[in-house]
């Protein structure tokens, strides 16, 4: 996978959670906590996935 889709999938994905993080917020200040929580979510998930791994 070359760089240009790579960077198209990481931008669907901060779409796509931007878009679940403000829809369940409940107030204003907790959408914004979700658009940057949707910024940070695949270091988490790669974090969670090398611990899961034992890595």
Do not use: D, R
């Amino acid at each position: 996978m070359n760089k240009c889709h790579s960077e198209a999938v990481y931008g669907l994905g901060l779409v796509g959670a931007a878009i679940y993080f403000i829809q369940h917020a409940t107030t204003f200040w907790i959408g914004i906590l979700g658009i940057l929580k949707a910024i940070v979510w695949p270091a988490v998930l790669v974090y969670e996935l090398l611990k899961f791994l034992g890595l």
